[in-house]
Structure formats: structure tokens, C-alpha cells
């Protein structure tokens, strides 16, 4: 098999690799592969706009590029150059502040003042977007329009009615692969509480509590950036920042609740427009009940996590998770114990956790394996609309002081986002804070 340029054999357009990349080769659209059956022209059965290997290699590396340099972009722009994410090659980053550009262009990678000038630079295969919030569909969307594939920051959306709209835009293009960074889905615990409760080891489900109060924040945390903590830059507060990834985990675990009443405190641990204090009670469709307990000015936090069932319950807290299991399911027991205050026997076990390792580079690496191979994906980015939908119902819930049935009316809540947005008066101060390690911030 040989190929043909349409410009020239060598030169320019020549697709023999070159030194500063070694073992890449692009071919255009424009490109022809003369085969034994006659021409093919470069629509390979596995779409991607870019060929990166040798001939019989179809696909070595993913090009990869990161619109958005903050604190979360700067983890993967770090993973990538580490060579922690295999078959992922970063090769340009994209940022807003021009002054952070030359770091990066000192570092050999291509560098763009605007997602949507990376988007249209043809030096990327897919696009990482790590955005302030209410970019992520614009520019998902306009990624996804223009061929590339997609992996999105959390949250995939602000709010629901954008999610949808960026699940539409990839659904259109299934040869692309749209994927989430929910990079708890990868942790051990998590993993093993979700086999327990899927895998039916807790029967069925009455209650969950979650108390997520080990996200304290102070003052100075909401002025390092004029977006951050208001309507118009994020889109809410807690629940949309910090909690996102309990909020996957938890719609991933156990699924989403029918009904939902929130109760938040706007501002009232800061000087900010959003809520950064949330209650929220959950009703599920077989009549379990749950708690899910936010907020970023406690300390010292909680992170306690409970799911109890009829067979038994499991406990994640202080990095030790325990599984008490019941000899007889309650509910078997309550129907046939003939002592009114006894319970049935228990047995407790203590079950091991290691840490995930680098999650976020394995997420990224899963997505590089699954636009190369087809691997599935661990976060399909669709799957992100759950936890979008529980921030929102939830201050939308603690707003309207009443209780909201799911699925949300998304229409409804952008409405109301956008009354919010157009109807605040509140005076942001921003201030130079000092260049903490964002890692520190992590929480399982």
C-alpha cells in the first residue's frame, strides 16, 4: 500500500515524520491510500482526523490539546509532559491570560489565546477542556463540530439544559468520543462500594447519607478570580464546584433520586452570591430516603459516606471502609422474628483501600484508548448530565423552598439562572492570592 499527497511527495506537505516528531505522520483528508481493491480515500473504519504512526500501525498517539490553564488544566498539562498518560501527546494549550502562554511555549507546545483558535489550529486530535464552567459546552460543541474528540472538565455543563445540549451535539458524531473527567470512578472505594450495592450485597436500598463538609474555604479563595462564586462565571457555588465529583459518585453508586428538597445558605459563610452551606433530603423511586450535606466554611470537615440496605450497610469514613452485613435481611427478619427488640446477627468486615493511582492520568489515558482502540469508556461524557441535574435541583429546590420532582424542567432552572445572573448586585473583590498546591485540595 503506498500514499499520495495532493500537493507534493516530499517537502511541506510530506508526510514522512519529521525530527521534532518523531514517529508522527499526518495525513489530510485530502489524502488517497491506494490498496489492492483500489483507492481508499481517508475514512478508515475508526473515524479520527489524524494519523499518528506507521503504516500498519493505524494510530500510535492522540494529540491532545488543553484549553484553560488553572489549577486543574496545569495538573494535565503535567501529567501529559510527565509521560503519565500513555498514547496521550500534549502538543498546544490555550489560555485567556496571554502572560501564562510563554511558560508553555518555552515547554516545545503550540500556544492560542482562545479555545476556539486551538479548536481551529488543526495541531490537536482531541481537546481538553478545563474552562471556567459555562465555556464547557460552547467549546465542547464547537470541538465536537469540528471533528475532534472531547473530554470534558467537571462539570460537563453550568446547567442541565447546556449538558443536554452538549450530549446532542455528540450524539450527532458518534465517531467522536466524548468523555467526562469523573476521576472518582476510578478510586477503589468507590468501586467497591458501587459493586456491593449493584451487585445486590446490601439488598435493597433504604437509606444513604452523605456529609461532605471537608471543603472549607476562606475569604480569599472566592477573590483570586473575578468568575469565581457568582451566577454569571460558574453558574452556583458548593454543589457545582467542590462537590461535583461526590455528586457523580453518588448518582453512579445508587442512581438518581425521584424527588429532591433542598434547603442552602446563600453567602452565608462568605462574601459571595452563590450557596456555599446545603442540606438536601432525597427521596428514590423504591422509597428510600437520603441526606447529602455540603458546605465550605466548617472546620474541621466530615466526609462520611453510609449506605444501609436490608441486608447490611457500608461505611466509608477516615479512609477505612466497613461493611456490617446481617445474617437476615431486616426486612425478612422484622416478618419473622418473634422477639420484638432483637436484631438479627451481624458480621463486620474491615475491606482494604488503596488509593487510585494518578486517576486523572488514568482517565485521560482511558480516553486516549478509546478514540485509538474503542476501549471503553470509564466516564462516557453523557453520563455527566446526572450530577449537573443534582446541583442544579438542588439550589433550585432550596430557592423555590419546595420540593422538586426529577427529572428537573431544565428550561425552568436556565430561566431561573438567568433571572439570577441579569439580577445581581453583588460586587466581587478580587485580590493576588499565593500559588498554593492545588493538589492539597483533593478529597476522596
Given at each position: 500500500?503506498?500514499?499520495?499527497?495532493?500537493?507534493?511527495?516530499?517537502?511541506?506537505?510530506?508526510?514522512?515524520?519529521?525530527?521534532?516528531?518523531?514517529?508522527?505522520?499526518?495525513?489530510?483528508?485530502?489524502?488517497?491510500?491506494?490498496?489492492?481493491?483500489?483507492?481508499?480515500?481517508?475514512?478508515?473504519?475508526?473515524?479520527?482526523?489524524?494519523?499518528?504512526?506507521?503504516?500498519?500501525?493505524?494510530?500510535?498517539?492522540?494529540?491532545?490539546?488543553?484549553?484553560?490553564?488553572?489549577?486543574?488544566?496545569?495538573?494535565?498539562?503535567?501529567?501529559?509532559?510527565?509521560?503519565?498518560?500513555?498514547?496521550?501527546?500534549?502538543?498546544?494549550?490555550?489560555?485567556?491570560?496571554?502572560?501564562?502562554?510563554?511558560?508553555?511555549?518555552?515547554?516545545?507546545?503550540?500556544?492560542?489565546?482562545?479555545?476556539?483558535?486551538?479548536?481551529?489550529?488543526?495541531?490537536?486530535?482531541?481537546?481538553?477542556?478545563?474552562?471556567?464552567?459555562?465555556?464547557?459546552?460552547?467549546?465542547?460543541?464547537?470541538?465536537?463540530?469540528?471533528?475532534?474528540?472531547?473530554?470534558?472538565?467537571?462539570?460537563?455543563?453550568?446547567?442541565?439544559?447546556?449538558?443536554?445540549?452538549?450530549?446532542?451535539?455528540?450524539?450527532?458524531?458518534?465517531?467522536?468520543?466524548?468523555?467526562?473527567?469523573?476521576?472518582?470512578?476510578?478510586?477503589?472505594?468507590?468501586?467497591?462500594?458501587?459493586?456491593?450495592?449493584?451487585?445486590?450485597?446490601?439488598?435493597?436500598?433504604?437509606?444513604?447519607?452523605?456529609?461532605?463538609?471537608?471543603?472549607?474555604?476562606?475569604?480569599?479563595?472566592?477573590?483570586?478570580?473575578?468568575?469565581?462564586?457568582?451566577?454569571?462565571?460558574?453558574?452556583?457555588?458548593?454543589?457545582?464546584?467542590?462537590?461535583?465529583?461526590?455528586?457523580?459518585?453518588?448518582?453512579?453508586?445508587?442512581?438518581?433520586?425521584?424527588?429532591?428538597?433542598?434547603?442552602?445558605?446563600?453567602?452565608?459563610?462568605?462574601?459571595?452570591?452563590?450557596?456555599?452551606?446545603?442540606?438536601?433530603?432525597?427521596?428514590?423511586?423504591?422509597?428510600?430516603?437520603?441526606?447529602?450535606?455540603?458546605?465550605?466554611?466548617?472546620?474541621?470537615?466530615?466526609?462520611?459516606?453510609?449506605?444501609?440496605?436490608?441486608?447490611?450497610?457500608?461505611?466509608?469514613?477516615?479512609?477505612?471502609?466497613?461493611?456490617?452485613?446481617?445474617?437476615?435481611?431486616?426486612?425478612?427478619?422484622?416478618?419473622?422474628?418473634?422477639?420484638?427488640?432483637?436484631?438479627?446477627?451481624?458480621?463486620?468486615?474491615?475491606?482494604?483501600?488503596p488509593a487510585a493511582d494518578n486517576a486523572h492520568a488514568q482517565l485521560v489515558a482511558n480516553f486516549a484508548n478509546a478514540i485509538i482502540d474503542g476501549e471503553a469508556?470509564?466516564?462516557?461524557?453523557?453520563?455527566?448530565?446526572?450530577?449537573?441535574?443534582?446541583?442544579?435541583?438542588?439550589?433550585?429546590?432550596?430557592?423555590?423552598?419546595?420540593?422538586?420532582?426529577?427529572?428537573?424542567?431544565?428550561?425552568?432552572?436556565?430561566?431561573?439562572?438567568?433571572?439570577?445572573?441579569?439580577?445581581?448586585?453583588?460586587?466581587?473583590?478580587?485580590?493576588?492570592?499565593?500559588?498554593?498546591?492545588?493538589?492539597?485540595?483533593?478529597?476522596?
Amino acid at each position: 500500500m503506498a500514499f499520495i499527497d495532493g500537493d507534493s511527495a516530499y517537502g511541506e506537505n510530506s508526510h514522512i515524520p519529521w525530527a521534532s516528531q518523531p514517529g508522527i505522520v499526518t495525513l489530510r483528508q485530502t489524502d488517497i491510500f491506494l490498496c489492492d481493491d483500489g483507492p481508499w480515500w481517508h475514512t478508515p473504519p475508526h473515524p479520527f482526523r489524524h494519523w499518528h504512526g506507521s503504516i500498519n500501525n493505524r494510530m500510535d498517539n492522540v494529540r491532545i490539546g488543553i484549553a484553560g490553564l488553572g489549577n486543574i488544566g496545569q495538573i494535565h498539562v503535567n501529567n501529559l509532559l510527565e509521560g503519565k498518560v500513555e498514547r496521550g501527546v500534549l502538543t498546544a494549550v490555550a489560555d485567556a491570560f496571554p502572560d501564562k502562554l510563554p511558560e508553555y511555549e518555552a515547554k516545545g507546545l503550540k500556544t492560542f489565546d482562545s479555545g476556539e483558535a486551538l479548536i481551529a489550529s488543526g495541531e490537536i486530535d482531541a481537546l481538553m477542556i478545563a474552562t471556567p464552567h459555562f465555556q464547557h459546552t460552547t467549546l465542547g460543541i464547537a470541538a465536537l463540530e469540528a471533528g475532534l474528540h472531547v473530554m470534558v472538565e467537571k462539570p460537563i455543563s453550568a446547567h442541565k439544559a447546556d449538558a443536554e445540549r452538549l450530549v446532542v451535539a455528540a450524539e450527532a458524531r458518534p465517531e467522536l468520543t466524548f468523555s467526562g473527567m469523573f476521576q472518582m470512578r476510578v478510586e477503589p472505594r468507590y468501586q467497591k462500594i458501587r459493586e456491593l450495592v449493584q451487585g445486590g450485597e446490601l439488598g435493597d436500598l433504604i437509606r444513604v447519607i452523605w456529609i461532605m463538609t471537608d471543603w472549607f474555604r476562606a475569604e480569599a479563595y472566592y477573590q483570586s478570580s473575578d468568575w469565581r462564586a457568582t451566577w454569571k462565571g460558574e453558574g452556583g457555588g458548593v454543589l457545582l464546584n467542590q462537590c461535583l465529583h461526590q455528586l457523580d459518585a453518588l448518582q453512579w453508586i445508587v442512581g438518581m433520586p425521584s424527588r429532591v428538597q433542598g434547603h442552602i445558605g446563600i453567602g452565608k459563610h462568605h462574601d459571595i452570591e452563590v450557596e456555599d452551606d446545603v442540606t438536601c433530603y432525597l427521596e428514590y423511586a423504591n422509597g428510600a430516603s437520603g441526606v447529602f450535606i455540603t458546605s465550605t466554611g466548617e472546620t474541621p470537615g466530615s466526609n462520611r459516606f453510609e449506605i444501609a440496605g436490608t441486608k447490611g450497610r457500608v461505611l466509608l469514613e477516615n479512609d477505612k471502609l466497613v461493611v456490617t452485613r446481617n445474617k437476615v435481611a431486616s426486612d425478612k427478619w422484622s416478618c419473622t422474628s418473634k422477639i420484638g427488640f432483637q436484631q438479627p446477627q451481624t458480621t463486620v468486615e474491615e475491606i482494604p483501600i488503596p488509593a487510585a493511582d494518578n486517576a486523572h492520568a488514568q482517565l485521560v489515558a482511558n480516553f486516549a484508548n478509546a478514540i485509538i482502540d474503542g476501549e471503553a469508556l470509564i466516564a462516557p461524557g453523557a453520563s455527566g448530565i446526572g450530577s449537573v441535574e443534582l446541583a442544579n435541583v438542588m439550589v433550585y429546590s432550596g430557592l423555590l423552598d419546595q420540593a422538586v420532582d426529577l427529572p428537573m424542567d431544565s428550561a425552568a432552572w436556565e430561566a431561573k439562572l438567568n433571572e439570577l445572573i441579569a439580577n445581581s448586585t453583588h460586587e466581587k473583590k478580587t485580590i493576588q492570592v499565593s500559588n498554593e498546591d492545588f493538589t492539597a485540595s483533593f478529597r476522596k
